[in-house]
């Protein structure tokens, strides 16, 4: 995966906006493929809060492949972020 030159700032893209994204981010089933107890969660905020709270505190990297799959699977959401 490359890495998009914005992503390595002090404030990582996925951190600051980490509210919108928890609030808009609706395609979130092919995103959590790996994560079915996250996937038994009842709304996609819910979901999107488990993935703060645990894999994307993991650092950088995590936050990195997390960016590049929203790109694959919310493009319009990231284009109105920026």
């Known amino acids: ?5 914005g992503l390595k700032l002090k404030n ?3 951190d600051k906006h980490r509210v919108e994204l928890i609030q808009r981010v609706s395609n979130i089933e ?4 790996d994560y079915d107890r996250i996937r038994a969660l009842q709304t996609s905020q819910e979901k999107m809060r488990e993935l703060y709270s645990g ?4 650092g950088s990297a995590s936050k990195d492949v997390f960016y590049q799959i929203l790109q694959t699977h919310e493009r319009l959401l990231l284009n109105d972020l920026c």
């Open 1 to 5: 995966l490359s890495v998009s030159p």
């Open 12 to 14: 990582h893209f996925v």
């Open 30 to 33: 092919p995103i959590l493929d």
């Open 55 to 58: 894999p994307l505190k993991a």
